[in-house]
């Protein structure tokens, strides 16, 4: 058995997608997974399988939230190791870690795409990209920030989601 994180995008927020964590745990346990964990409302879902392949794991989790719910929600699913990897990576001080996002993208972006991103400039954010991940820092708070996730989305043309510090360490400690 092998423990994985799923992060879903998207749901809960605004009152868009809304989907129950009682009701996810319940729904992914029915469909073959096992000590399914979740943390907060935002997607965040930790368990065990016996599949090795990520992208069967994720169609799994994809496929239940649409019969169940009736929408379709993106899911990345990534090891601990590749969780703690991405986490390690971080370029930033350990205080703008501490208060920075971490955005995962779904599959690594095109070198010209990053490119061009990276010459946009805001005040007061910052971001690095490295690999298929935006280590992100906004010294006003991420309320109103412009570099959102659905800048980097369009921009980089993938899909991606983003967790914040606190988020990242309670997925690697419940994953651990």
């Known amino acids: 058995m092998n423990t994985y994180i799923a992060l879903l995008r998207g749901i809960n927020v605004s009152g868009q997608k809304k989907v129950p964590m009682a009701q996810l745990r319940e729904l992914l346990t029915a469909s073959g997974l096992e000590e399914v964990q979740t943390y907060i409302q935002s997607g965040n879902v930790v368990f065990k ?7 069967n794991l994720q169609e799994k989790i994809q496929s239940a939230i649409q019969s169940e719910f009736g929408f ?3 899911v990345l699913v990534v090891s601990p190791g ?6 390690d990576a971080c370029p930033f001080s350990e205080e703008k870690k501490q208060n920075g996002y971490f955005t995962l993208l779904f599959e690594t972006p095109d070198e010209t795409l990053v490119a061009e991103a990276s010459q946009v400039s805001y005040p007061n954010e910052e971001f690095v990209i490295i690999g298929d991940c935006i ?14 996730n659905n800048f980097f989305e369009r921009k980089l043309k993938v899909t991606a989601t983003a967790r914040n510090y606190k988020t990242m360490l309670k997925l ?3 994953s651990a």
């Open 172 to 174: 690697l400690s419940l």
């Open 135 to 148: 280590y992100f820092y906004c010294a006003t708070g991420y309320g109103r920030v412009k570099y959102s």
């Open 49 to 55: 399988s016996s599949e090795a392949n990520l992208l």
């Open 82 to 87: 590749k969780l703690q990897s991405v986490f």
């Open 72 to 74: 379709e929600v993106p």
